[in-house]
């Protein structure tokens, strides 16, 4: 199965030598490029997933650029220099499923595109490190008990173990995962899924990046 993948980037040689590292594999195909998020979606491109640069001269930021991608079923892959945490920990908090840098050779490039595409966390050390130090957006949305819950549940727990672990009920258990989706939902990051909460979780410094997927 092959990965459908699009780029946005308003420089046109880093398209041209990004399309380039990609005609290596040929599971992974690039269906179309562009300067501009809403350029690149213009046709309504079958994608499975978006290069995307974090910084654009079209003034875009990556909150709005990743929720239009996102909101149309297309996950996002930040594609940047690494240089700007800040932009790096919002798209994070926008719902991208993570980074990998421009200068990173052909073989972790095609790597991080057959996982996301696989809808895996593409935690690298800078995402990682970006992530952990915006533990302020956890401690401000989530409660200490909810982000027990949210550990445990992402991890592959079944509601009714979470509850014997946390000495409660399940219809508590069930109620905090509902409160913690509401908050997701209400910051922009949607985890409408159990695997968008194991998604967070890491995002958010719950769980560590290497941890198996539930």
């Known amino acids: 199965m092959r990965v459908r993948v699009g780029i946005v980037d308003d420089h046109p040689v880093v398209i041209a030598g990004t399309a380039g590292v990609l005609a290596a594999d040929p599971g992974v195909v690039v269906v179309c490029a562009a300067a501009t998020v809403r350029g690149l979606m213009k046709d309504d491109p079958d ?6 640069d974090l910084h ?12 239009f991608l996102t909101d149309r079923g297309v996950p996002v892959l930040a594609f940047t ?6 932009l790096i920990r919002e798209a994070a908090r926008a719902g991208a499923i993570g980074m990998i840098r421009k200068s990173e050779g052909t073989r972790a490039i095609l790597a991080a ?21 915006d533990q302020a957006f956890v ?11 949210l550990a445990l549940y992402a991890s592959g727990e079944t509601a009714e173990r979470v509850g014997a672990l946390l000495y409660v009920s399940r219809s508590t258990v069930i109620e905090h ?12 990051r949607p985890a409408r899924t159990k695997h968008d909460l194991f998604v967070r979780a890491v995002e958010d410094g719950l769980l560590d990046a290497d941890f ?3």
Not at 47 to 52: C, G, K, M, S, T
Not at 56 to 67: A, E
Not at 139 to 149: D, G, I, Y
Request: zero cysteines.
């Open 139 to 149: 401690s401000a949305h989530l409660s200490e008990r909810e982000a027990e819950v």
């Open 113 to 133: 595109l057959h996982a996301a595409g696989r809808g895996e966390t593409v935690a690298s050390a800078d995402w990682a490190a970006a992530v952990e130090d």
């Open 212 to 214: 198996p997927a539930p």
């Open 56 to 67: 654009l001269d079209d003034q875009s930021t990556p909150t709005s650029n990743i929720r």
């Open 177 to 188: 995962v509902r409160r913690i989706r509401e908050k997701y939902a209400a910051s922009g």
């Open 47 to 52: 994608l499975d997933l978006v290069l995307l």
């Open 81 to 86: 220099s690494g240089d700007r945490p800040a």
